[in-house]
Each structure stands twice: as structure tokens, then as C-alpha cells.
């Protein structure tokens, strides 16, 4: 998912450290890196099996720490589709996006429409309300797992 970070992750988690009386360790650094580096949905046990192939002396524990420290610094967005695997994606200034979720495979596709965006704003114009954020899941079984049923 290739989506344009307007900021340094390291950075902006080091100042959130830094608040917090914390300091941005080497494994703290490393799991940031290879987060953003992915580019992509994944578990906390997805992110730690893709760190453990360039440091295996990180605990899982550790990788868990760092995601909750990185979503907290609003650095990773934490995303549950109805499943219990919480899923993360990155998130330092990136754009905004809906997401396409397969009930079968548990495949996410991230996806932006301008005239669906539109009428959201519309429809909170309408009824009075100033929405501050959103969240839209559509559910539903993607091709390859169309194709495997056939």
C-alpha cells in the first residue's frame, strides 16, 4: 500500500519517547523501520516474524511494546475486521482511506473514493453534525477467494 509519509516515523516516535521520559532503544528503531518499510497491513505477529529475520534476539513482547507505543505516538492505526486479529497499518501523515475486507481469506484492500468521501461530508452537512473521523469496512469475498470456491 503505498502511501506517502509526510513524516519520519523515527522521529516523530522519538519525540513521543522523549515525553513519556523513554528513549528510542536500536530494537525500537529497528521495528519502526521494518513496519514502515512493509508498507502494509499486518499482525503484531506478522510485524515480529518479519523483525526476527534481521535481529532474531527480539522477544515477541517487545515487537507488541513497540506497536502499542507506535500507535499510541498516532504512528500505526489499529484496525479490527471483525476477527481476533488485531491488525496495524502505518499511519505518520499518511492519507486517509476505507478499507475492502474478505470474510474468507481476511484480505484488506485499501481503497479511496472522492464521491463516497463526499457524501459522507454531505450527509453529516445535512444532519448537523461535524464528524471528526471515520472508519468504513466493507466486507465481502475477494476474487481469489471467488475463484478457489468455484
Do not use: W
Not at 502499542?68 to 484496525?79: G, S, V, Y
Not at 505518520?92 to 484488506?108: F, R
Amino acid at each position: 500500500m503505498a502511501q506517502k509519509n509526510k513524516l519520519n516515523p523515527e522521529d516523530v516516535l522519538t519525540a513521543y519517547l522523549a515525553k513519556k521520559g523513554m528513549k528510542l532503544t536500536n530494537q525500537r528503531r529497528l521495528i519502526v523501520r521494518e513496519f514502515y518499510k512493509a508498507d502494509e497491513h499486518m499482525s503484531a505477529e506478522e510485524l515480529y516474524q518479519l523483525v526476527r529475520k534481521v535481529d532474531p534476539s527480539i522477544g515477541q513482547a517487545t515487537v507488541y511494546r513497540a506497536l502499542n507505543l507506535m500507535r499510541d505516538a498516532k504512528l500505526a492505526r489499529e484496525l479490527r475486521f471483525g476477527t481476533d486479529v488485531t491488525i496495524f497499518e502505518p499511519h505518520a501523515g499518511g492519507t486517509h482511506h476505507d478499507h475492502l475486507v474478505c470474510e474468507e481469506c481476511g484480505k484488506t484492500v485499501p481503497v479511496l473514493d472522492e464521491q463516497i468521501e463526499a457524501l459522507q461530508t454531505k450527509l453529516a452537512e445535512i444532519h448537523g453534525f461535524k464528524p471528526t473521523s471515520h472508519r468504513m469496512y466493507l466486507y465481502g469475498i475477494c476474487g481469489e477467494c471467488q475463484k478457489a470456491a468455484e
